[in-house]
């Protein structure tokens, strides 16, 4: 009898503890970036290929990401992107450049078709800045030219987005880095549009 009260003990202790706490529902942001104007593909024009952007070190997290005063990067555990943020940027850009009108088609990885660039990436930032009231988003992107069975480098670039932080909420986060991957979608329109 007293071993059974021994180890009930232990349970009753932690026990406590949970009723007290209450449940955190963790929420997802989508990063959906939409281009003021589209336009439509141009025949004739080069097929561009966008690869899988790399997500950089500490960008596999979906926490929504601060940097802080110290220098340290804070992630949220409760408040995160529904995908991984290397995927989402990827598909903006994508998007972003499909509405360009430099190309006649903007394929993702795993079509059959042919293309004449391939645009690669790696997204080395997204995050908040409080003390600056802003959003930064980086990536770094290769353009490459397909001729037959060479490969020429034609670009190779640093690009940033920013956009003002509002507010302190979550919703503000998601929403200011969403505008900053905006800006840094049309910085990379602007380096591609030079290259090609």
Known sequence: MRRRVLLAAPLAVAGC???????????QWP?????PQA??????????????FIAGPGM???GLQSLQPDGSIR??????WSVPPAQAVEEAVRNWLAGSGLFSAVLAPGSRLQADLVLEGELGALWTVPAANLARAVA?????????TATRLVLQRRVEGEAALTGR????????MT?????LCGRVEEAVRGGV
């Open 75 to 80: 992630t949220d555990f409760y408040e995160e």
């Open 17 to 27: 503890g949970l009723e007290t706490r209450p449940y955190v529902e963790r929420r």
């Open 140 to 148: 770094g992107i290769t353009l490459v030219a397909e001729i037959g």
């Open 31 to 35: 990063l959906l970036v939409r281009r």
């Open 60 to 62: 596999h997290a979906r």
């Open 179 to 183: 505008a900053a991957v905006g800006v």
């Open 169 to 176: 909420s979550a919703e503000d986060e998601s929403a200011a």
């Open 39 to 52: 336009l439509p593909p141009l025949a004739g024009r080069r097929v561009l290929l966008v690869r899988s």
